[in-house]
């Protein structure tokens, strides 16, 4: 009977350590999850940033794209009028953008806009590192629920013997 109890014993232990191992799996996947999405909001910031600099050319739709700027385009033309120019996806005019061709208006959103976006990606660190600890404590109960297991069948064994 006592042994019958400490199998009971083992077997729940054994359920027990793949489910906690289960679980902090998942967790370790969410860490990567949210670590890939702080570095791609990064990434976006950089590269705004690095567009903002180099001038772009941009529809109402958000489509961007490089190009000459509008003075380059007026002295190509010469005496003729420089034709609009149109987003090559959606056909929209395009807007020449350049970070010291904005307003200070305009400058100011963007750098709030970039502010925000850092704060989001700031948090999905943190949310990050949470979750590696939790994965940890998940790989700390599995390992332990393990030894248990282990444990109860040792014990049984040794009473087998007597
Ligand atoms: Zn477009």
Not at 14 to 41: E, F, G, H, P, Y
Not at 46 to 60: P, R, S, T, V, Y
Not at 91 to 103: A, E
Request: hydrophobic share 30%; net charge negative; proline share 3%.
């Amino acid at each position: 009977m006592y042994i019958y109890k400490l199998e009971i014993e083992a077997g729940a232990a054994d359920i027990n350590s793949r489910l906690a191992d289960q679980n902090a799996a998942n967790r370790r996947k969410t860490v990567a999850q949210l670590n890939d999405q702080a570095k791609q909001i990064d990434d976006h910031i950089a590269h705004e940033k690095e567009m903002l600099q180099k001038g772009f050319w941009e529809c109402e739709d958000g489509h961007a794209e490089e190009g000459p700027t509008p003075e380059e385009l007026k002295e190509k033309a010469g005496e003729a009028d420089v034709e609009p120019q149109l987003c090559a996806e959606c056909k929209k005019p395009l807007k020449y953008v350049k970070w010291d061709r904005l307003t200070p208006k305009e400058q100011y959103d963007e750098n709030k806009d970039q502010e925000d976006a850092l704060k989001i990606a700031a948090s999905k660190r943190q949310l990050a590192l949470q979750e590696e600890g939790n994965a940890k404590g998940g790989e700390q109960m599995a390992s332990k629920f393990r030894q248990d297991a282990q444990n109860s069948r040792q014990t049984a064994d040794r009473v087998r013997k007597v």
